[in-house]
């Protein structure tokens, strides 16, 4: 079997691996590491979970041990389609270049640019970035790219997805075309074929089979519902009080405004609860996963594009609030679920309209999922009114602000985006986890008093409305850049004064 010691990498780093208590390496480790030393373009056909990360920041570390940074002239870039996965990216730098001594500069929206731009004045050998934040430096002359001798390219297919292709175009551009391409994406569509043809130069190939079934240990239901917003999280709240062995949940929703709504409409009920969408400022999109992780909270609702990726560990069970429009999502989402033979459960509301969907996704895995008291065609009449108001378990009114929450739901255009590997789950379990189940109570705290990062939290989850937020000026480009930069669909109007209690800790985060 092949060890971490038979892929070449430097003494530094082999001691860091074997710290992080690491013995054999995954297959996308073992396929990608001894070409990508050897200074070859990879194409690594892999989704998160399959330890890809470590199949390009172990050679880094190890290639970067030869030679020194120069100011304002990065050594080597990584591009990642949102910031909780380039901040994750930074971690993987600090756990295994630990007996390094590189400066490793985070580039990434929703922070301010002087700090960025420090680290960059004192010489990055590692520079992690979302494309839009990283062409706003280039842009303000604050960097030189010719330098760069390793691109790495993660997660190359929801780049497309969420319109990053232009910009990975003209990053491109400004490498010397003598540099080494790291290429990663979970699937093969044709854009991003065509898009590796044109950046790789004879690249060795290594494809780790995806996830296209669900784990056996997940119990799948489906739950026929009405389509109104109101009738969905009511039927959600229903299942989620029926749960009694329910340790942690993610609740998916298809847009980042159902997030903020629902998550809202949580806290009313006395639920604890936090969100992860787009918009969210960074500080506050750090404590709530960390929240979640630390189990401070028991339910996160997120969008696909926010917890994409994410490093989060096995959760009880999973709510889909909407069925993925794709289906691959799917298959994603679940996996939050069920790790290592654990026992999971996933619920899917479906409505009407959603239908095709749900089917698409039992073709996809290949098999039936059953629905929880009856499919659609047995749905009672619709309910007529708002919620009832009625006494919460906190003893709160619950039900009551439905207004303006009703309306159609329209999700992502379709794309070409397609699974392309049908092969076993190679994905890599996760620590079990802890939960405290008791629901966190939440203060409404008068905003002077608040903390800044909860006073973040609210008023930064719309910076469309609030341009104190946006770095750009009036510039069509930039804004456009911007907006690529956040989840689908229409802005969330803040998240009301509901404050999560675990974010009015001041100074934790
Ligand atoms: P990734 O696919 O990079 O998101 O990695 C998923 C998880 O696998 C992370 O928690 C890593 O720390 C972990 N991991 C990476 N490589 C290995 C390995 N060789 N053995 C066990 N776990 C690993």
Redesign the pocket.
């Known amino acids: 079997m092949t060890t971490?010691a038979d892929l070449g990498l430097s003494q530094k780093v082999l001691s860091a691996?074997t710290d992080?208590?690491?013995?054999?390496?995954?297959p996308?480790?073992a396929g990608a590491i001894p070409p990508a030393l050897q200074r070859r373009d990879i194409l690594g056909i892999?989704?998160?979970?399959?330890?890809?990360?470590?199949?390009f920041?172990l050679p880094m570390l190890t290639l970067l041990e030869k030679g020194r940074a120069r100011a304002r002239m990065p050594r080597t870039l990584i591009l990642e389609p949102t910031r909780e996965l380039a901040a994750?990216v930074a971690e993987?730098f600090e756990?295994y270049g630990r007996n390094h001594k590189l400066n490793i500069a985070l580039l990434i929206g929703g922070v301010s640019f002087d700090e960025q731009d420090r680290k960059l004045e004192r010489g990055a050998d590692v520079l992690i970035c979302t494309p839009g934040r990283l062409l706003d430096h280039c842009e303000r002359g604050k960097l030189l790219m010719t330098g760069v001798e390793i691109l790495v390219i993660d997660e190359a297919d929801r780049m497309l997805d969420m319109g990053f292709i232009p910009d990975i175009e003209r990053i491109a551009k400004l490498i010397p075309f003598t540099r080494q391409t790291l290429f990663f994406s979970a699937t093969m569509p044709p854009e991003i074929q065509k898009l590796a043809d044109r950046f790789l130069q004879n690249p060795e190939r290594i494809e780790v089979s995806t996830r296209s079934s669900t784990a056996t240990t997940v119990k799948q239901l489906l739950v026929a519902t009405h389509g109104k917003d109101y009738e969905k999280r009511a039927v959600l709240r229903d299942i989620i009080r029926a749960q009694d062995d329910l340790k942690n949940a993610i609740i998916f929703c298809n847009r980042k405004k159902d997030v903020a709504d629902l998550f809202r409409s949580l806290e009313r009920h006395g639920f604890s609860v936090g969100a992860l969408h787009g918009d969210m400022d960074q500080t506050s999109r750090t404590a709530m996963l960390a929240g979640f992780k630390n189990n401070q909270i028991t339910l996160l609702v997120a969008s696909d594009v926010a917890a994409r990726?994410l490093?989060i560990p096995d959760v009880s069970h999973v709510f889909n609030f909407d069925v993925p429009i794709h289906a691959e999502d799917y298959v994603h989402r679940i996996g939050r679920t069920g790790r290592a033979g654990r026992a999971g459960a996933a619920f899917t509301l479906v409505t009407k309209k959603d239908q095709k969907f749900a089917e698409a996704i039992e073709k996809l895995i290949d098999k039936q999922i059953e629905w929880m008291n009856g499919d659609l065609s047995a749905l009672p009449a619709p309910m007529e009114s708002f919620e009832p108001a009625k006494t919460g378990r906190d003893g709160r009114r619950e039900g009551g602000r439905t207004r303006g929450r009703d309306r159609d739901r329209t999700g992502r255009p379709s794309s070409s985006h397609k699974t392309d590997i049908i092969s076993t789950d190679t994905?890599?379990p996760?620590e079990p986890v802890a939960i405290k189940a008791e629901p966190v109570r939440t203060e409404r705290t008068a905003r002077t008093e608040q903390p800044k990062a909860a006073r973040d939290f609210r008023d930064d989850v719309s910076p469309s409305r609030n341009n104190r937020q946006s770095p750009y000026p009036a510039n069509d480009d930039r804004r456009n850049r911007y907006r690529r930069d956040q989840d689908d669909g229409p802005t969330p109007v803040g998240f009301g004064d509901d404050i999560p209690a675990f974010m009015l800790v001041a100074g934790k985060y």
């Open positions: 971490f691996v992080a208590g690491y013995t054999t390496p995954t996308i480790q892999a989704q998160t979970g399959t330890g890809k990360t470590a199949s920041v994750q993987n756990k990726g490093d994905v890599i996760s």
